[in-house]
């Protein structure tokens, strides 16, 4: 089944907006149809990553692999 933008955004429980957002910046994977839209393949996928991402646990999963040697400006003093 491919699914829109439009039925993506109702699964996830976020704006269409949103799903525009994260599919142009790469975080979400979706294909264009003759017309120009969206389209995603896999809406299940499509919908589990957009929870991840709006729960905050994606930035959770990243801090927990990231090396402590790492430290950001803001840390650091400069």
Do not use: H
Not at 3 to 27: E, F, H, N
Not at 28 to 57: E, H, T
């Amino acid at each position: 089944m491919i699914a829109t933008v439009k039925y993506i955004a109702a699964l996830s429980g976020v704006s269409p907006a949103t799903v525009r957002r994260l599919v142009d910046k790469g975080y979400v994977d979706a294909n264009r149809n003759y017309c120009g839209w969206r389209v995603f393949v896999d809406p299940d996928k499509a919908v589990a990553k957009i929870k991840v991402l709006m729960s905050g646990r994606a930035n959770k999963e990243f801090q927990e692999k990231t090396p402590d040697s790492i430290v950001c400006a803001s840390e650091s003093g400069v």
